[in-house]
């Protein structure tokens, strides 16, 4: 997520804040938003940006946002939350600092130069994600994911997708599948893993949508992008202090 993600955001932030309300995919995010927004209480770590649509005036919580783009971070100076430059596979936070973390659309940018790269990257942030919630916090990950034959057909054109998005300076991305996230979760220690799709009667097969962050011209109808909104949940083990 170093060097080309942070770099394309400290570009792309002032587009991507300004089409979050119009963005195609807005009924899930809405969806998503009052389903975080009814859990979160204590003190909340969001990592890579708050989630899109966040509503904070009636929060019972503490929020810290941390992104690796200080540029997507001035959004939220008016947010009454606390700010920090980082990276998600190095949280410059002690050891059980938080009761609950958030990680909006930020996973499918933790690619590497493999498939097994890219899925050790994921388990690191996981890692990362259980040493900083104290014990019994909770993790929540706001994703788009693909179904299980999306996602082999995705890997094996992993190579041919990240040169062409090299071609147009957008950084690599992979969506994963809800089952690839459970997995890597459990294998990271966290339990009752759950998974809930986001549905919206809003949202149309039709719709025309941006498949690719950063390409403007390029739009797909709806049922041509094979993604799911999708928030899954884990625990920290343990006994809270």
Not at 171 to 183: E, G, K, L, N
């Amino acid at each position: 997520m170093r060097g080309t993600v942070s770099d394309f955001f400290n570009r792309y932030a002032d587009d991507y804040h300004e089409d979050a309300a119009r963005h195609p995919n807005a009924p899930f995010h809405t969806q998503t938003a009052r389903m975080l927004e009814e859990h979160l209480t204590g003190s909340v770590l969001c990592v890579g940006g708050l989630w899109s649509l966040a509503s904070l005036s009636n929060l019972r919580c503490r929020i810290t946002v941390i992104d690796v783009s200080a540029a997507m971070l001035k959004k939220y100076r008016e947010e009454g939350v606390r700010l920090v430059v980082g990276d998600a596979r190095d949280l410059p936070f002690d050891t059980g600092t938080f009761d609950h973390l958030v990680l909006p659309l930020l996973l499918h940018h933790i690619t590497g130069p493999s498939v097994r790269s890219t899925r050790a990257g994921i388990r690191h942030v996981f890692r990362e994600v259980g040493r900083v919630l104290r014990p019994r916090g909770q993790v929540w990950i706001s994703e788009l994911c693909v179904s299980r034959p999306v996602y082999v057909a995705e890997l094996a054109a992993a190579p041919l997708t990240r040169a062409l998005l090299g071609v147009a300076n957008v950084p690599f991305v992979i969506m994963h599948s809800a089952a690839a996230y459970c997995r890597a979760l459990e294998q990271t220690g966290f339990t009752g893993v759950t998974v809930t799709r986001v549905r919206s009667r809003d949202a149309r097969p039709t719709d025309l949508v941006r498949p690719v962050d950063g390409i403007e011209w390029l739009r797909v109808p709806r049922f041509m992008f094979p993604v799911t909104a999708t928030v899954l949940t884990g625990q920290k083990p343990g006994r809270p202090p």
